[in-house]
């Protein structure tokens, strides 16, 4: 099984800032990565796939990059609507797995 | 307009069995894999199943023997029979659509149904 791990866990930042999420893979995944962002009480949105395409409809503040083992998501300039669950998923095995989740909070 | 639509949640006993269903609606159903992924109360994201077009399955270690995945293409439904249920298959069920259509790039889940409740308490 692939496991993947998400750092950090939680993240404090505020408004206008440009924030960083990590992703590792526990094995090579090429490219075959997506991002969610999730609200509670809701179900996850697809923000990001391959890696770095955008999903339509997601603001460009959003940015995915990273191949093989290690990935990040970049919000470039934080807006109140980002404040939300971020996990990273990927698709190459049968069963496609998920990071544990990073929590990103008003500072 | 894509829509995937649960339903068949609620309390069971530990050991009892349920049947949750997702209708789909707003694309071709027979052509894209379709999946189950749960979330524990306060937990992430897990997948639990998956159902490919070709109707290959393939299950979480943790449900496997358990749970079995179904598709109705001809009604545009996905299906999860969950039997044994334990204390900690409590979750909410979200069934997701498969980006991947053979053609393009895309990947991921591009659509999510609004999940449905699953609580396993004596």
């Known amino acids: 099984d692939i496991q993947m791990t998400q750092s950090p866990s939680t993240l404090s930042a505020s408004v206008g800032e440009r924030v960083t999420i990590t992703c590792r893979a526990s094995?090579?995944?090429?490219?075959?990565l997506a991002w969610y962002q999730q609200k509670p009480g809701k179900a996850p949105k697809l923000l990001i796939y391959?890696?770095?395409s955008l999903e339509g409809g997601v603001p460009p503040r959003f940015s995915g990059s990273g191949s093989g083992t290690e990935f990040t998501l970049t919000i470039s300039s934080l807006q109140p609507d980002d404040f939300a669950t971020y996990y990273c998923q990927q698709y190459i095995s049968d069963l496609y797995s998920f990071g544990q989740g990073t929590k990103l909070e008003i500072k | 307009e894509v829509q995937l639509v649960e339903s068949g949640g609620g309390l069971v006993r530990p050991g009892g069995s349920l049947t949750l269903s997702c209708v789909a609606s707003?694309?071709?159903?027979?052509?894209?894999?379709m999946h189950w992924v749960r979330q524990a109360p306060g937990k992430g994201l897990e997948s639990v199943s998956v159902?490919?077009?070709?109707?290959?399955?393939h299950y979480a270690d943790s449900v496997k023997g358990r749970f079995t995945i179904a598709r109705h293409n001809s009604q545009n439904t996905l299906f999860l029979q969950m039997n044994s249920l334990r204390i900690e298959d409590t979750a909410v069920y979200y069934c997701?659509?498969?980006?991947?259509?053979?053609?393009?790039?895309?990947?991921?889940?591009?659509?999510w149904g609004h999940g449905a409740q699953v609580t396993v308490s004596s």
């Open positions: 707003g694309f071709t159903f027979d052509g894209y894999a």
């Open positions: 094995q090579s995944i090429s490219r075959w």
């Open positions: 159902i490919r077009a070709s109707g290959g399955t």
């Open positions: 997701a659509k498969d980006a991947q259509d053979g053609y393009s790039a895309r990947g991921g889940f591009d659509y």
């Open positions: 391959k890696a770095s």
